[in-house]
């Protein structure tokens, strides 16, 4: 046909949305503007999900926008075995498997600047710093007609093998390691920086034509915007169309395809040389029902990560039907409600027409030319005739041009916080069982954490050999509050009394990141359990935990010695650790029995951070999960023959706890104590099976040469697996 003129986006897109496209004249501009029917581009939901497919389509993107990709090479899963115990007593060796891919995702089909945040069945990979959450490690081609090929992919498929990609802006996975997607290739998306600064309507659109082999001219188009995306296999017909949803775009005939916005002063003033003399000059009419009552704009919502927003217009007291449009373009809600209302607004004015009947000077005018009445209103024309020596012409009213950001919500999304990872801190220790379970092995407990918010995880590594070898054991996890929560006492608590509320200590600390917390607790919830912390080397609990400043509390209301921790209670310095016990974040790792009384060196490794950078320390194993406790209430009684029966309660490994009086559970193979009555270094020694041991006179006598008046009596509990454990001692003075 010698002229096609496009109506409204509605008509071409499925939504009423939109600016109304002008003539494009010639049947040599159909052929090179429009493909056959069938093919459309993208909606938003074609941005979100990757794909591994044959012909599927790279988009070409632009300005700053979230797109997924297309998996085009991949070497498959790699397994990694990962063993751990061992040993004489060590119950067997656990071998446990982790898995890795490496692959190529295909971005964008033009050359892009580079690539900010990367996300992961939704959640945040890679940070726009470049600090990835999983381990792995990723390269960026950006798409330069003079990149070379990848070196793995050289190296698995062969140089013969492995195309460069020139033109195509994609990234290479390396080792990423899959624990976190359930061992599978993860959906992932990129915020891809297309452009140094926001592109023109006009640049867009120039660059669709050159890609589809047209050239166009664009005059003004200087709407910018922050991100747009485009398959490359749909008609330019469709951007033409899509970015007029944007803007009030036109286009006019000719022998080249012309675009221009409101930024072009085009308008024909109707004065009496373009009139028909004796002619009725024009009538408007109007339309009714075919305007819309609201309209729902769909667009990529910049602060949310990108995510599908919508934003809604409509017209008070109009009833009717409710028109939906979304398009693949990144804005802030504002902006969407904008152009939301200005569709609408159009949609409304375009319900009026009007008949214009012009002189002969009027042959030249086309659909898409503007004029312009003698009260000023403005017409766009969409149909020309020549009819009884006359030209007639039908034309919409021109609306005012784009209304600009409104006063919008985006509303809540769940999205993946970027903060800074800051320097990776932790500490390796033995404890008391503190789980509620009582271990067979030595247990290293390990707690780790990062100075900045954004602290996620960090692999752990042991060493039994001072670092000639390394095994990986897991990874120490961060949570929301960036890792377990730990620091410094900067203060020494005295020594108290273990068996009531130390309610005239107080210890401060300071944790090491801003993101960590600590909040007071009901006595109760102390009582069961809550608050357990680790301070130096003693178990406490606290009740109230006060913020004195940034990152630093001042901690009342304790119990001390928690845990059978007596032995610490006197020796604490201001600057020893602090580490909140009850963190899930808290990482065990059981070792062989073997370990006991030898160097064990740990080792995490952060993400993005090498072997050699990372931070260690050495652990001299004690198997203090294994130690009996030591025993309590120990008293000394004179028999009538000059005995001394001396007695104590045992404690369990098994339950910390005295409910009703009785004696808890035992928790070892036999019941056994070692116990040494001594006066200085003269000493009488033995080994006994209940909490009681009787020392006769004549023992006494052998050993000390007289009945003493005081002695100092130590007991300890015996584990078949490692012997004897803390001791209890006292002095007694026996009243004969």
């Known amino acids: 046909m010698a002229t096609l003129v496009l109506t409204t986006i509605g008509a071409i897109v499925g939504g009423p949305i939109g600016a109304g496209i002008g003539a494009i004249a010639g049947s040599a501009i159909d052929g090179m503007l429009f493909a056959p029917k069938g093919r459309s581009g993208p909606r938003l939901d074609d941005l979100t999900v990757q794909s591994s497919a044959y012909g599927v389509p790279h988009p070409r993107l632009y300005g700053t926008t979230r797109a997924a990709g297309n998996v085009i090479w991949s070497r498959g899963l790699a397994e990694t075995a990962h063993r751990s115990g061992g040993g004489k007593r060590s119950g067997g060796r656990t071998t446990t498997y982790s898995y890795s891919a490496s692959f190529a995702v295909a971005i964008s089909a033009r050359p892009i600047v580079g690539i900010g945040r990367i996300w992961a069945d939704g959640k945040l990979l890679r940070g726009a710093a470049g600090d990835m959450t999983a381990e792995g490690s990723i390269r960026i081609y950006t798409g330069s007609e003079t990149q070379a090929a990848d070196a793995l992919i050289v190296a698995a498929e062969g140089a013969a093998n492995a195309p460069a990609y020139r033109g195509l802006a994609y990234a290479v996975f390396e080792d990423l390691q899959l624990a976190d997607f359930a061992n599978r290739i993860p959906n992932l998306s990129f915020e891809v920086i297309s452009d140094a600064a926001p592109p023109t309507l006009a640049a867009i659109l120039d660059d669709l034509a050159v890609a589809a082999g047209v050239r ?116 802030s809600a504002g902006a969407a409600k904008g152009a939301a209302q200005t569709m609408l607004q159009r949609l409304w004015a375009r319900r009026e027409t009007a008949e214009f009947r012009l002189g002969y000077r009027a042959l030249s005018l086309q659909p898409g030319d503007r004029l312009r009445d003698r009260d000023g209103r403005r017409w766009e024309i969409r149909r020309t005739a020549f009819e009884a020596m006359t030209i007639a012409l039908e034309a919409e009213p021109v609306t005012s041009g784009a209304a600009g950001d409104a006063a919008a919500d985006g509303g809540r999304a769940e999205t993946g916080a970027d903060a800074p990872q800051g320097e990776t801190h932790f500490h390796a220790f033995e404890l008391p069982p503190i789980a509620g379970d009582v271990p067979t092995a030595p247990r290293l407990w390990i707690a780790a954490g990062g100075t900045g918010s954004g602290w996620r995880r960090a692999e752990i590594w042991l060493s039994g050999d001072a670092g000639a070898s390394w095994s990986s054991v897991g990874m120490a996890s961060g949570g929301a509050s960036g890792g377990v929560p730990m620091g410094t006492a900067l203060s020494a608590l005295p020594s108290a009394d273990p068996t009531r509320w130390d309610e005239a200590s107080a210890l401060e600390v300071e944790l090491i990141s801003d993101a960590m917390w600590l909040e007071s607790r009901p006595a109760l919830s102390v009582l069961a359990g809550a608050n357990l912390a680790l301070v130096g080397d003693e178990l406490i609990q606290f009740r109230s935990a006060v913020p004195i400043a940034p990152r630093r509390f001042r901690l009342s209301g304790l119990l001390r010695a928690r845990k059978a921790s007596e032995a610490a209670i006197a020796a604490h310095a201001p600057g020893e650790r602090f580490i909140l016990l009850e963190s899930p974040a808290l990482f065990p790792v059981d070792l062989s029995p073997d370990t006991i009384g030898t160097d064990v060196t740990v080792r995490l490794v952060p993400p993005g951070t090498s072997a050699a950078d990372s931070p260690q320390t050495v652990c001299r194993v004690a198997g203090r999960a294994l130690l009996p406790l030591s025993p309590v209430h120990g008293a000394a009684r004179v028999l009538a023959d000059g005995a001394v029966a001396f007695s104590w309660i045992r404690r369990s490994r098994a339950g910390f706890g005295w409910i009703d009086g009785a004696d808890a559970p035992l928790g070892e193979e036999r019941e056994g104590y070692a116990v040494r009555c001594s006066i200085g270094d003269d000493a009488v020694t033995g080994e006994v099976s209940e909490a009681g041991w009787t020392l006769s006179a004549s023992e006494q006598t052998a050993a000390f040469g007289t009945l003493p008046a005081t002695v100092r009596l130590e007991v300890r509990q015996l584990s078949a697996a490692v012997g004897a454990g803390a001791p209890f001692a006292a002095d007694f003075i026996l009243n004969r």
């Open 216 to 331: 166009i001219t664009t005059s003004g188009l200087s709407t910018p915007l922050p991100g747009f995306a485009a398959a490359t296999n749909a008609p330019l017909s469709t951007w033409v169309a899509t970015l007029g949803e944007l803007g009030d775009v036109r286009a006019l005939g000719g022998t080249r395809v012309h675009l221009h916005d409101d930024s072009v002063e085009t308008d024909i003033v109707l004065d009496g040389a373009w009139l028909v003399e004796g002619e009725n000059r024009y009538s408007i009419a109007c339309r009714s029902g075919d305007a819309p009552a609201s309209v729902t704009f769909g667009y990529l919502d910049i602060a949310r990560d990108y995510q599908a927003g919508t934003q809604r217009a409509f017209r008070p007291g109009a009833a009717g039907r409710e028109d939906h449009g979304s398009l693949p373009v990144a804005f």
